[in-house]
C-alpha cells in the first residue's frame, strides 16, 4: 500500500473515531461537491459498499477519496503534480485536517482541536 492522506476532524488520523466524520455526511458532502465525481463502489468487510469519490485538481491528476472509521482516505495524493492546498481547501470545507500517514498537517485545513465544527 502506498503513502496516503486522510481527512479528519482529530488530531491525528489514527484517533478518527474519537471526532468522526460520519459514512453518511461524507456521502452527502462529496455528492454534493463539483469537484469531486462519484466513480464506482468499493466494498470494505467492516463498512459495506459504499462510493468511491475521485478527485481531480487544476493539474488533472486525480485522487481517490474513501471513507473508513470516521476518516476519509485520500489515494494517490502524492503521485507528482497533486494540488495538495486544493486537497487541504476541501478537507477545511469539511471542518477538517487533511494530514499524512506519518502525522504531518498540510495547511489550510482545520479540525475538531481548532473549534471548527
Same mark, same amino acid.
Given at each position: 500500500m502506498g503513502?496516503? /492522506?486522510?481527512? =479528519?476532524r482529530a488530531s491525528h488520523w489514527l484517533d478518527s473515531e474519537e471526532c468522526p466524520i460520519t459514512m453518511? @455526511?461524507?456521502? @452527502?458532502?462529496?455528492?454534493?461537491? *463539483? =469537484?469531486?465525481?462519484?466513480?464506482?463502489? /468499493? !466494498? /470494505? !468487510?467492516? *463498512?459495506?459498499?459504499?462510493?468511491v469519490f475521485t478527485w481531480g485538481g487544476a493539474d488533472g491528476v486525480a485522487v481517490g477519496l474513501h471513507w473508513f472509521e470516521g476518516r476519509v482516505t485520500l489515494s494517490g495524493a502524492h503521485a507528482p503534480g497533486v494540488d495538495l492546498v486544493g486537497l487541504a481547501d476541501l478537507?477545511? @470545507?469539511l471542518s477538517a485536517h487533511l494530514?499524512? !500517514?506519518?502525522? @504531518? /498537517?498540510y495547511p489550510g485545513s482545520a479540525g475538531c482541536g481548532d473549534g471548527v465544527r
Open positions: 503513502y496516503e /492522506l486522510h481527512m =479528519t453518511r @455526511e461524507w456521502i @452527502e458532502f462529496g455528492r454534493s461537491r *463539483v =469537484t469531486l465525481q462519484e466513480e464506482g463502489y /468499493l !466494498d /470494505l !468487510d467492516a *463498512v459495506g459498499r459504499q462510493p478537507a477545511a @470545507e494530514i499524512g !500517514d506519518d502525522g @504531518e /498537517l
